[in-house]
Nanobody
Framework: QLQLVESGGGLVQAGGSLRLSCAASGSIFSINVMSWYRQAPGKQREFVAA???????NYVGSVRGRFTISKDNAKNTVYLQMNSLKPEDTAVYYC??????????????WGQGTQVTVSS
C-alpha cells in the first residue's frame, strides 16, 4: 500500500516558522514530482510549491521568498520550510506525489493533510 504521511503542522504566531514533512512509502520505483497544496476554510485547494525529480522548484507567488521546498531522495521525503508566516497562510496543507510504482504504473497520491494555523 503506497501512502504519503505528513507531519509538522501546528499553531504559530505571525512571523514565525514551521517545517512540514511528507514521507512516501510503499511500492515506489521513482517519484516524478512532489508538491504541496493547501486549502483554507471555504476556499478551493490551491497549489503552493513543487519539486521535480531533477530538483527544479516552483512556487505560487504569494509564498515565493518565504517558503522553501526541498527533498531527500533517499528517504522519499519532501519538506516545506515556511518562514515569515502570515494569518492568510492558515490552511490544511496536503502533500501530493506523482509516482511510478514498482508495478510500473504511474499514479497520483495525496496525503491526509496537516493543519497550519497562524495567529495574528
Amino acid at each position: 500500500q503506497l501512502q504519503l504521511v505528513e507531519s509538522g503542522g501546528g499553531l504559530v504566531q505571525a512571523g514565525g516558522s514551521l517545517r512540514l514533512s511528507c514521507a512516501a512509502s510503499g511500492s515506489i520505483f521513482s517519484i516524478n514530482v512532489m508538491s504541496w497544496y493547501r486549502q483554507a476554510p471555504g476556499k478551493q485547494r490551491e497549489f503552493v510549491a513543487a519539486v521535480t525529480s531533477g530538483g527544479s522548484t516552483n512556487y505560487v507567488g504569494s509564498v515565493r521568498g518565504r517558503f522553501t521546498i526541498s527533498k531527500d531522495n533517499a528517504k522519499n521525503t519532501v519538506y516545506l520550510q515556511m518562514n515569515s508566516l502570515k494569518p492568510e497562510d492558515t490552511a490544511v496543507y496536503y502533500c501530493n506525489a506523482d509516482i511510478w510504482t514498482k508495478e510500473l504504473t504511474r499514479n497520483n497520491y495525496w496525503g491526509q493533510g496537516t493543519q497550519v494555523t497562524v495567529s495574528s
